[in-house]
């Protein structure tokens, strides 16, 4: 179990379309500690999810430092990007983004077969992972024979299972009902707490919200305010 | 690290109907290659054991085949006189004076299904002449008894050829003739030709001079010198090694081999073009997949070789299917008309493991070919654009 913080520092991340620059991230700064769940909200547009690529990897500020746990990832190559998303980012999606074609736990292994690992090794940590979940007796089942609720526990299992030191979730309840989105959420806080992950979230969702440790909101590319929330204490990171 | 197998073999029945068409297209071009190759390869064996280096083979100048050459017996008298020609046993010349003739008789097929049939008049000569002529079954003719051999291959192809079988020669047919034995050359042209006594062919077709004269030498190197003599000015006809004629001969195959690659050429573009179709669809209906990949961990690399693999997958596998279609024709003895004899030349349809790894090679490049542009373009979906567009 390991954790990283997460450092911003006057980020800056201009588009263009047809000639024109459209600011989306106006020299914003934000400290994320690790251990830390942080929820970021915001109107559309405002940046939040420009925000969770930049600190994936995805994608490069136009200006400013983003470092995770001891990467500074403005210095490093598309490829080795790639390689460090790998082992140290766990990718969370509104649309959970299965392979159809693969079952529960095909999908949760894609990400271990960019390890060198047996596969004794990789059945075990599936396993694991799907426990962790609560999906252990839905391993065989393709994604089209699960729920909606389900489907986002295979793809957080899909997340978890190289142990990364950071996850990032985009809006995970946005498609699910109000019960499967506590559900989901519960899981969420379960990895922070039992496993120490740090835990960046977009939501547009005020009660999904209310499960991370502080709130920051985001307005225009910068970071309008952030609310601690004191039924949810920081933990210590370790 | 690549992704796995089973996840390109089932992304192919994802995509059934485009699939199914690459699939169609691929195993058609490898069944028409191995049937083109194993025909070409087939005729090429039959012709190429014909022949042999020291034998000379004289024709009349013009002659393209023993069919359209007539050597009047004054011309034949000059021949002998030719250096180097060998002797046999008795002390005679190694030449061989042969009438060349076609009858058309029924195909073992059906009694309406006609085709003409090579018919050879020798004399004892040509035996030491064609040393390569065995006898499998039965015995040789009797010179002055209306007795015929048959090839092996013309046996298998045509009616009541076996030992004991009677067919009509001549040229109104109307002598008959008793089959009393049966040879073979090793898969040679002669293997698809009727044998009978020189004279009584003569005869029955009314045909009283050779087609053609072959003369054996002593030694191959001699044969230069032969055939400088024969188509000299004493002489004045034409003459070739036995090799070289059949070699001719199998220009015609040749020409056919060579329209036929430019079709199979024209093919592969098109199963390209194919694979390509199929493969862009594939790519464009999983830009959510392929960016999600990406974002996990996956290489530019890794997802280009696996959209490589998925097209390999699909061309192989057609290929498969396209040999086994091709394998049905394997081994059966077909019917070629050279255009140069008018006759029927017997030659085996058979898939070698050089032809099937051909047709491995040509699936497995259109597979490539097809699929490298797809895949260029998977790996190089925007990752953030396509997962919004979710």
Redesign the interface.
């Given at each position: 179990m390991s954790a990283a913080d997460i450092v911003a520092t006057s980020v800056r991340k201009v588009y263009h379309k047809d000639r024109i620059e459209i600011p989306v991230l106006d020299g914003l700064s934000l400290k994320i500690d690790a251990g830390e769940f942080v929820v970021l909200m915001g109107p559309s547009g405002s940046g939040k999810?420009t925000l969770l690529?930049l600190i994936?990897g995805?994608?490069s500020p136009t200006s400013g430092s983003i470092r995770v746990g001891e990467y500074n990832l403005e210095r490093m190559t598309e490829?080795e990007l790639?390689?460090w998303?790998?082992?140290h980012v766990g990718?969370i999606?509104?649309?959970y983004?299965l392979?159809?074609?693969?079952t529960a736990a095909?999908n949760v292994e894609?990400?271990l077969?960019?390890f060198k690992m047996s596969s004794a090794e990789r059945r075990e940590r599936v396993a694991t992972a799907l426990k962790v979940v609560g999906l252990a007796d839905r391993t065989d089942h393709r994604p089209n024979q699960l729920s909606g609720g389900q489907e986002q526990r295979v793809a957080i299992a899909?997340a978890i299972v190289t142990d990364p030191d950071v996850i990032l979730a985009?809006e995970p309840t946005g498609d699910l009902d109000a019960k499967t989105s506590e559900e989901i959420l519960a899981l969420l806080n379960l990895l922070n707490s039992e496993f120490n992950k740090t835990i960046l979230m977009v939501t547009h969702d005020p009660r999904a919200a209310s499960h991370g440790q502080r709130v920051v909101h985001l307005e225009k590319g910068v970071l309008e305010r952030e609310e601690r929330n004191p039924a949810r204490p920081a933990m210590a990171a370790s | 690290?690549?992704?796995?197998l089973?996840?390109n073999w089932?992304?192919l029945?994802?995509r059934k109907l485009s699939t199914s068409l690459t699939f169609a297209v691929v195993a058609t071009l490898v069944l028409v290659l191995c049937v083109l190759l194993s025909f070409a390869a087939g005729i090429r064996a039959s012709l190429a054991v014909s022949g042999w280096p020291q034998n000379v083979l004289v024709l009349k100048p013009g002659a393209t085949a023993e069919s359209t050459s007539i050597i009047t017996p004054d011309e034949k008298g000059r021949v002998v006189q030719a250096p180097g020609i060998a002797h046999g046993a008795d002390g005679k010349m190694l030449i061989s004076e042969e009438l060349c003739t076609q009858t058309s008789i029924p195909r073992r097929a059906g009694e309406h299904n006609m085709a003409n049939v090579a018919v050879r008049g020798v004399d004892a000569t040509a035996f030491g002449v064609h040393p390569e002529v065995k006898i499998i079954e039965g015995r040789r003719f009797e010179p002055g008894q209306l007795e015929v051999i048959v090839g092996k291959a013309a046996r298998d192809r045509f009616d009541n050829l076996g030992i004991g079988g009677e067919v009509r020669l001549g040229r109104q047919g109307n002598r008959l003739y008793k089959v009393v034995g049966v040879f073979e050359t090793g898969g040679g042209a002669f293997d698809s030709e009727i044998w009978g006594g020189r004279t009584q062919i003569s005869d029955s077709f009314n045909r009283h001079f050779i087609s053609s004269a072959v003369l054996r030498l002593d030694d191959a190197a001699e044969a230069a010198a032969a055939i400088s003599y024969l188509n000299g000015p004493f002489v004045a006809l034409e003459s070739k090694r036995e090799t070289e004629y059949y070699e001719d001969l199998s220009k015609t195959t040749r020409d056919i081999v060579a329209l036929t690659t430019v079709l199979i050429a024209i093919m592969s573009i098109g199963a390209a073009f194919a694979v390509a179709n199929t493969m862009y669809a594939a790519v464009d209906g999983r830009r959510?997949?392929i960016?999600?990949?990406?974002?996990?961990?996956?290489?530019r690399g890794a997802i280009i070789l696996s959209f490589v693999t998925e097209s390999l997958l699909v061309c192989m596998t057609a290929c498969l299917f396209g040999l086994a279609g091709a394998m049905f024709f394997s081994g059966t003895r077909q019917d070629f008309l050279s255009n140069s004899t008018w006759t029927v030349l017997a030659y085996e349809l058979k898939i070698t493991p050089t032809i099937a790894l051909g047709s491995l090679g040509l699936a497995c490049l259109v597979g490539v070919i097809g699929a490298i542009a797809p895949a260029l373009r998977a790996s190089r979906v925007h990752?953030?654009e396509a997962?919004?567009k979710?």
């Open positions: 999810s690529h994936g995805l994608d490829r790639t390689a998303r790998s082992r990718f999606f509104q649309m983004h392979v159809p074609v693969l095909q894609l990400p077969l960019l899909r985009d | 690290m690549a992704l796995p089973y996840y089932r992304n029945f994802v959510r997949e960016a999600m990949l990406r974002t996990i961990g996956f290489g990752v953030i997962l919004r979710a």
